[in-house]
């Protein structure tokens, strides 16, 4: 069973970079035809897919956020991780990592983090 675990700080400041790291147990990140998103959750409203990187380290973004974010992976420790930059109080959210195996990069995810509460202070 593939367990995600979100990490990262629960407050961070308008213009500054939101960091979150997903720590991934029970199979690899590198492991062929899975694919690792992050999702976020503003409060009231509903999922927003941000992004993803694949087994093979290629990355795609939402349009309407591609130009603040940036996902990555670290092999040697598991894990994957989202940075935000210039956030505003809009991008207080609950942020959700989740795992889609197969040949689609995302959606039917399979597996889901608990998830992370980030307020963005004005």
């Known amino acids: 069973q593939v367990q995600l675990q979100e990490s990262g700080p629960g407050l961070v400041k308008s213009s500054q970079t939101l960091s979150l790291t997903c720590t991934v147990s029970?199979?690899?990140?590198?492991?062929?035809?899975?694919?690792w998103s992050w999702i976020r959750q503003p409060p009231g409203k509903g999922l927003e897919w941000m992004g993803v990187i694949a087994y093979d380290g290629s990355t795609f973004y939402n349009p309407s956020l591609k130009s603040r974010t940036s996902i990555s992976r670290d092999t040697s420790n598991n894990q994957f991780s989202l940075q935000l930059s210039s956030v505003a109080p809009e991008d207080t959210a609950v942020y959700y990592c989740?795992?889609?195996?197969?040949?689609?990069?995302?959606?039917?995810?399979?597996?889901w983090g608990q998830g992370t509460q980030v307020t963005v202070s004005s």
């Open positions: 029970g199979a690899s990140v590198t492991t062929t035809n899975y694919a």
């Open positions: 989740a795992l889609t195996v197969g040949d689609s990069l995302w959606g039917d995810f399979s597996s």
